[in-house]
């Protein structure tokens, strides 16, 4: 059943009206004069969007998955030691493609629910004198716990043990959400897809390398043919791609771009931080617990929540499906049935949350839960209504 429902999965993430339109478009000839047209600012806003002046932004035909891949492949090369840390499915998957890549992971656990701990990674860091490790892997917003990580402290933690590494980071689930900094925070290789903070259909890997990054890619032997950056670069140089362009999603991503910079990114940071801060309110109010460990790791883009002992999450995500044609995240991998998130990153209005919290009400009371109709949308309410 086709509904008007948003969805509050945190992704894909509802698609405003105005890119549905961009994205729908007549063929066009993607060696016309015409697609330089979209490229080329395509290109200039998605570096302004990571906060770059230096970045070489490459687009994809692809997910985020393989914007991972992408980092992976143009730096490094098989038997190289890269550092990780797992604290969710989306840094698991991750880790899980650099050992099938043949790169040798030193995977610091972190219990799910908790942040990249930037201290263990200096005394790791600090340890290998003889530079090892060629790269460190950040999952900037881990979407399966609700957790974000602070980039900047690791990259504080890279420069205090005076380490070479690159720094990959997963913006997928952050990126167009909450504030990141690409240049500032020292960050080699920034991932994200279109079907997230850019509000688009899934199907574009967007992924910036800083310059350091980019020269890796004349001596990374890992093997790549589809997202070799040089083939992409001199598809660029003459205003194309080595192979046919998803001309409509890129032509999103131009609006999508320019959506975000006209409303400006700090108030886009501040619009979710808004939105997310009335959504943890209602779950206050329903007396149960976020996922994520303590307040400085809160997501602004997605919510994790905690369901008793003994009850299945899914049932929570299965009945707002059903009966209520509504979308929530289930728990993901070892959190599967524990949990059920709700999405809040990309377009959305305080209309839109209030009426996921309020299905979410209703979900909770018709399975039993000690849940009082209108007690999370009244929090929410009152924070909505008192700030803008
Ligand atoms: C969604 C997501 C991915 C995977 O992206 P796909 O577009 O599904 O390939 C990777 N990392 C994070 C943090 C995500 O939220």
Not at 26 to 53: C, M, N, W, Y
Not at 274 to 291: C, E, H, S
Request: net charge negative; charged share 20%.
């Amino acid at each position: 059943m086709h509904s008007q429902n948003p969805v509050f999965i945190p992704g894909p993430t509802n698609i405003p009206e105005a890119l549905r339109r961009a994205v729908d478009m007549p063929t066009l000839d993607h060696r016309s004069g015409a697609f330089a047209d979209i490229l080329r600012p395509v290109l200039e806003g998605v570096k302004q969007v990571l906060k770059s002046d230096t970045a070489e932004v490459f687009i994809f035909p692809s997910t985020g998955s393989g914007g991972w891949e992408t980092a992976l492949t143009n730096t490094l090369s098989a038997g190289d030691k890269v550092l990780a840390c797992r604290n969710g499915m989306f840094s698991q998957k991750w880790i899980d493609m650099c050992e099938r890549h043949g790169l040798v992971v030193e995977v610091v656990e972190v219990e799910w629910g908790g942040g990249i701990p930037a201290a263990r990674f200096e005394e790791i860091l600090t340890a290998d004198r003889a530079h090892e490790i060629k790269a460190v892997l950040a999952t900037h917003n881990e979407t399966a716990t609700g957790v974000v990580s602070d980039i900047a402290a690791v990259r504080g933690a890279m420069d205090a043990a005076s380490h070479p590494a690159l720094l990959l980071v997963d913006g997928v689930s952050s990126i167009g959400s909450m504030d990141f900094q690409m240049d500032e925070w020292g960050v080699d290789v920034a991932v994200t897809g279109s079907q997230k903070g850019f509000m688009l259909p899934a199907g574009l890997a967007i992924v910036g390398f800083s310059p350091k990054a980019a020269a890796m890619v004349e001596t990374a032997s890992l093997p790549r043919w589809f997202f070799d950056i040089r083939d992409m670069r001199s598809g660029y140089a003459i205003n194309g791609y080595p192979y046919t362009p998803p001309v409509g999603l890129l032509n999103g991503l131009k609006l999508s771009t320019e959506m975000l910079l006209d409303e400006g990114l700090d108030n886009v940071f501040k619009r979710h931080a808004r939105i997310a801060t009335g959504v943890r309110k209602a779950i206050a109010a329903w007396d149960m617990p976020l996922y994520a460990q303590s307040p400085e790791l809160y997501s602004n883009s997605v919510s994790a929540i905690k369901t008793p002992e003994g009850f299945d999450a899914n049932t929570i995500v299965a009945l707002a499906s059903e009966k209520y044609d509504t979308a929530f995240g289930a728990g993901l991998g070892a959190v599967a049935g524990k949990l059920f998130r709700i999405g809040h990153l990309g377009s959305l209005t305080d209309m839109m949350a209030l009426s996921g919290i309020a299905v979410a009400e209703m979900c909770m009371k018709d399975l039993g839960l000690p849940v009082i109709l209108g007690s999370g949308v009244a929090a929410a309410q009152e924070h909505y209504r008192t700030t803008a």
